[in-house]
């Protein structure tokens, strides 16, 4: 399949290795996991202007998918601290960002084209997805938006930042009650 993920450092998955045991891993445990996935932050500002440019992110962590005795986990870690991964999520969220992933696999198995897999999040609006863009277009997989879970659907990336440009309007003006209307 003809997706790229940015190359990780080489200490990090010794490092998820290393950290099995805290995740609840035995020797009698079914573990598998995906390369990791960059994970980048857009800024409120950025996005209330309608901007979600390369230049207006920050790379923040890489982010493993990992399966556990069926379980979904989410496990990032942060290139600053190589000691231990920063976050661990288990549940909706990992479940959501899994049905997204196999939708944005599928959507490139049936296109064709050369695409760069990475997870966008606005964390002071709880929203995430996963982001496809190549030379040509940039397609959106949203797993949340405002904090609610969405359906594993492919979105442009203009329109899906005018919606959340709207959002981040409003509650930069401190409306905090916003709800995702995308």
Do not use: C
């Amino acid at each position: 399949m003809p997706v790229r993920i940015a190359q990780e450092p080489a200490w990090m998955t010794p490092l998820l290795e290393a950290s099995l045991p805290d995740l609840g891993v035995s020797e009698s445990s079914e573990f598998r996991h995906l390369p990791p996935i960059p994970v980048v932050s857009v800024s409120l500002e950025a996005l209330a202007n309608g901007v979600l440019e390369a230049d207006e992110r920050t790379r923040s962590v890489w982010r493993y998918v990992v399966e556990l005795n069926g379980d979904a986990l989410l496990v990032d870690i942060d290139e600053e601290d190589q000691s231990t991964p920063s976050s661990i999520l288990r549940g909706q969220v990992a479940d959501y960002t899994i049905e997204s992933l196999e939708a944005a696999e599928e959507f490139i198995s049936s296109v064709g084209g050369d695409f760069h897999v990475e997870i966008i999040e606005v964390p002071e609006i709880h929203t995430i997805a996963v982001s496809l863009p190549n030379a040509r277009e940039h397609w959106l997989f949203p797993i949340l938006i405002s904090g609610q879970p969405q359906p594993p659907q492919r979105r442009r990336l203009i329109d899906f930042v005018a919606g959340l440009s709207a959002i981040a309007n409003l509650h930069l003006a401190g409306d905090l009650s916003t709800e995702s209307k995308l």
